[in-house]
């Protein structure tokens, strides 16, 4: 029917138009047309709509429609949701269109969400109504965030990036700060698996004065994990069996996250073995089992063990080990008093260094063994009770001492190595397992030596003469002057009593000065014995003649004199006149008072003598 009163409506439009006579209603009834007359439409242009209708199509318009002001802040409807935008239903005569970017930080935005927009344009170019959704959150966003601070309600928060101690978080459009240490309870070594992530938060903190916000992930777990932090301690007993993570290795032990409650294995309850590190045994994350070994009374320190589950290496140690057998192990340990070798699993042996090497002269251990090296010891004791072995390595090859006075008989010769000094003297090591003393007063005839690092050195090989041997108290002394003959028994006879040697003044010392008559002899000059025959004294440089007035081979101890060459000269001339007088007295035969004249007639020509040489 519809259809053909549509038809007859175009037919009657189509047909041929028939004019009639026009004839005005104002002059065929002039009354009627004044009184139908629309006098509102003559003067405004449009009809007068009636009072009642305009007010139901106001309140049409506000259910419906909204006031599409710029820069205002309206409610919408997701409509439709495309690859790139989302179609938002405001009640405007036209929808907006709004890029999904905005809408990042809540991935599971769906058709019917109701979202805050801002109208940002009425009309573009293109008519179409411009909306935003980022603008809206931002008008929005720090009245919300303060309300969140105060009741503590429990945020959306899109994680944007990384930053310097933690991430930065998008929270209803501000850009928010999640330190490191709130992201999670236990540490986290990845920061980036949690950008681009949707996470809920607690706002902890607001600066008003710069508009900062601290937001906390962790703030939200923690109470759940309060309530089972307390069921866990209250369960904890001495020796219980539990599981954990590890949640932090450190140098000296590993934390084990027994779910809210952490606990401690020290690197020694780690492994019966030893262990230069925890990293060895655990790794970050790991699951295992522990026990409980002890915990203060506010049970907040809790101490765990790994090793305390499996069998202790010593309870598995075979029954057929005994004192007297050889075993193999490794160095695990070097101290100054001896090494440890791990023989098996978690049994270790120590080797004292005394016996590493027949030798009564201890050394470090650092000299016969290094940490990893294999070795092969004979077990010297063994205490099951008391998990304790001592081990030697010396025993392996036979006492040298035995044998030790064929080897090494009163007086033979041998060359030994400079091992290290005492104040007193040097050790030489003739082979392993025999060391002897050679003193201080022993290393040279002639050299005065303060300490022996003057005559060798560590490492040097020396000549050396067996001078005694107690086998009982394994000593051996030894002799390297002895290798050569004393020069000091040839110059016991060149540089006998009153013999004349010439030198020159080397140095003028104390008391005295010193001429050195060879690279030995050092003689010793008292001042005194300086005077020459003209009264002055000798000095530095010069050179002269000095007579030895003592020796001695024992001390190495030389003194000489130059005045006793020129008085010995004078007495030699009286003793020669004195002689030739009686001679001639006794040819003459003169008279006991001739012979008085003329012998202190020489004596006062010996004393004038002296007093010329006073006065000069």
């Known amino acids: 029917m519809a259809e053909k009163a549509n038809q007859a409506e175009v037919e009657a439009t189509n047909a041929p138009t028939v004019e009639a006579p026009v004839v005005s209603e104002a002059k065929a009834n002039p009354e009627k047309f004044l009184a139908n007359f629309n006098w509102h439409n003559y003067q405004e242009g449009i009809d007068e709509v009636d009072e009642k209708q305009l007010q139901e199509f106001e309140k049409l318009v506000a259910e419906n429609f909204v006031d599409t002001l710029n820069d205002e802040v309206v409610e919408g409807t997701v409509v439709h949701i495309s690859d790139r935008d989302a179609i938002i239903d405001i009640n405007a005569k036209s929808e907006g269109v709004i890029s999904l970017n905005e809408f990042r930080y809540n991935p599971n935005l769906a058709v019917g969400d109701k979202v805050e927009v801002l109208i940002d344009v009425r009309e573009d170019a293109t008519g179409q109504l411009v909306l935003s959704h980022r603008k809206a959150r931002v008008i929005k966003a720090w009245d919300r965030v303060i309300k969140a601070n105060e009741t503590g309600e429990i945020v959306n928060g899109f994680v944007k990036c990384r930053t310097k101690g933690g991430m930065i978080v998008d929270v209803f459009g501000i850009e928010a700060f999640l330190p490191g240490s709130q992201i999670d309870v236990k540490p986290i070594r990845d920061y980036d698996q949690y950008v681009n992530k949707t996470m809920e938060f607690k706002v902890v903190k607001i600066n008003h004065e710069f508009k900062n916000v601290v937001v906390s992930h962790k703030a939200l777990i923690e109470a759940d994990i309060e309530v089972q932090k307390k069921e866990i301690i209250g ?24 779910g809210g409650v952490d606990g401690l294995i020290h690197i020694t309850d780690l492994s019966w073995s030893r262990i230069n590190h925890p990293n060895e045994i655990v790794e970050l994350d790991q699951k295992l089992n522990v026990v409980i070994l002890d915990f203060d009374e506010n049970k907040s320190r809790i101490q765990l063990g790994l090793k305390q589950l499996s069998k202790h290496p010593w309870e598995a140690l075979a029954d057929t080990v005994a004192v007297g057998d050889k075993v193999k192990g490794k160095v695990v340990v070097i101290a100054d008093y001896g090494a440890f070798i791990e023989v098996a699993d978690g049994v270790e042996g120590l080797i004292h260094v005394s ?82 003393l050679i003193y201080i007063s022993d290393l040279s005839w002639t050299k005065k030596i303060k300490h022996p690092s003057e005559f060798c050195a560590a490492g040097d090989k020396l000549e050396v003469i067996v001078l005694e041997l107690d086998v009982e108290g394994r000593k051996l002394s030894l002799g390297h002057k002895q290798t050569t003959v004393n020069p000091w028994d040839a110059y016991e006879t060149d540089f006998a009593l009153e013999t004349v040697h010439t030198g020159e003044i080397s140095e003028i010392v104390d008391k005295g000065a010193t001429v050195e008559f060879n690279e030995d002899i050092v003689a010793f000059i008292p001042t005194r014995h300086l005077e020459k025959e003209d009264g002055s004294k000798l000095k530095k440089g010069d050179s002269a003649e000095f007579k030895i007035i003592e020796f001695n081979k024992e001390f190495k101890r030389v003194v000489a004199s130059h005045t006793a060459i020129f008085k010995a000269e004078e007495i030699a001339n009286v003793k020669a006149a004195a002689k030739k007088i009686e001679a001639q007295a006794a040819e003459a035969k003169p008279t006991l008072g001739d012979a008085n004249e003329a012998l202190q007639a020489l004596k006062d020509k010996m004393d004038g003598k002296a007093a010329k040489k006073t006065k000069k």
């Open 235 to 258: 369960q904890l007993e001495k020796g219980q069996v539990l599981e954990g993570v590890v949640k932090n290795i450190t140098s000296y032990g590993v934390f084990i996250d027994l």
């Open 355 to 436: 016996e590493m090497s027949w030798s009564t002269h201890l050394r470090s251990a650092q000299d016969f063994v290094n940490v990893g090296d294999e070795v092969e010891a004979v077990i010297l004791t063994l205490d099951r009770e008391d998990r304790k072995m001592s081990l030697g390595i010396k025993q392996l090859t036979s006492d040298p001492w035995t044998d030790i006075t064929t080897k090494y008989p009163l007086g033979s010769k041998h060359t030994g190595i400079v091992r290290n000094f005492t104040n007193f003297g040097v050790f030489v090591e003739l082979e392993e397992g025999i060391d002897g």
